[in-house]
């Protein structure tokens, strides 16, 4: 496995293993377990998963010591706000079973991002959250902190693959000293992502899958990625990434994928602003 620097010196694995549609708790466990067996280190949950339980089990049964696990939780919209979001936080801390986080996210750009900012960072300095940041924060958002809070985000988790590359954010983010995170990088399979016709040619010339070459595009740039695999074959094969390298001329020709849009959300309609800011969850 290879890490990421983040600014304050924690060390970030660059390809991290997610759990967000995994609910039951029998597969979650299971899937995590497997997961952790083939190596991966870094495990990215959410409240709004309802499987914190679920993570912390897994971690407690696989006997990893806790110091070599990464671990990602977040906080939903409903517990925006500095007082309920220290009590989130709380919860979140007892549901995975450890007395810190790795890293700890405001999950959405929607709702009081302010005071709930606030409570993060006293999590941070107090030495409950290794790291602290946001996720599908836009360049204007993430702006918004840095204008009303002395601490930055270290991390940004953001939508990122072929078609929606953020080039402009990836910029902003790097020179502010923040680490961009990637999910959505396979579309969930759609969009004809694995079957792109430049990430195939490439395969063939490093003899590696499309889900390989992808994978390598974002971590040689330093973009840690988040993936969710239920085979294990999958599982294994989003990790075997660190043996091969990407020529400049190749990664120029992925480039030229980008479609700059969004393959999920777009945060300036008013639907996906009310769709989120409405749903609720077991947290
Ligand atoms: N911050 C946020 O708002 C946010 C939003 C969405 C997701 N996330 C995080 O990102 C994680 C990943 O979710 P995602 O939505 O980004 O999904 P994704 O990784 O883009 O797609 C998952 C799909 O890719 C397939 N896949 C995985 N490895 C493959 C491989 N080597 N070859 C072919 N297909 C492969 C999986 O199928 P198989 O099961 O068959 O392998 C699954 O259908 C989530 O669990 C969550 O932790 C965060």
């Keep these: 496995m290879e890490y990421l620097s983040l600014k304050n010196g924690v ?132 702006a918004e902190v840095s204008v009303f809070h002395s601490q930055m985000p270290y991390v940004n988790q ?27 990088v396979f579309a969930r399979g759609t969009m004809g992502i694995l079957e792109e016709p430049v990430i195939r040619k490439l395969g063939r010339k490093h003899k590696k899958t499309p889900a390989q070459i992808i994978l390598r595009w974002m971590t040689q740039r330093e973009v840690p990625v988040l993936i969710q695999s239920e085979n294990g074959v999958h599982m294994r094969e989003n990790l075997d990434i660190f043996d091969f390298r990407l020529e400049e001329e190749e990664l120029e020709q992925i480039a030229e994928l980008d479609l700059e849009r969004s393959v999920y959300l777009n945060y300036s309609l008013p639907e996906t602003v009310a769709r989120l800011g409405t749903a609720r969850f077991n947290t």
């Design 11 to 142: 060390k970030m694995p660059l390809v991290g293993y997610g759990v967000a549609d995994i609910r039951d708790e029998a597969r979650c466990g299971a899937l995590l377990a497997e997961a952790l067996a083939a190596g991966y280190r870094m495990i990215d949950t959410a409240a709004a998963y309802e499987n914190e339980k679920a993570v912390g089990n897994a971690v407690k049964k696989s006997g990893i010591p806790r110091e070599e696990l990464f671990l990602t939780t977040k906080i939903w919209i409903q517990d925006y706000g500095y007082e309920k979001a220290k009590r989130a936080f709380q919860k979140s801390l007892e549901r995975l079973g450890t007395d810190y986080i790795d890293l700890y996210l405001i999950h959405q750009p929607i709702g009081d991002i302010h005071e709930t900012w606030r409570a993060v960072e006293e999590m941070y300095r107090k030495g409950y959250a290794r790291a602290v940041g946001v996720s599908n924060f836009e360049m204007g958002k993430v």
């Design 158 to 184: 953001i939508e990122m693959n072929l078609l929606c590359q953020q080039k402009e954010l990836l910029q902003y983010l790097k020179e502010n000293g923040i680490a961009a995170e990637a999910w959505g």
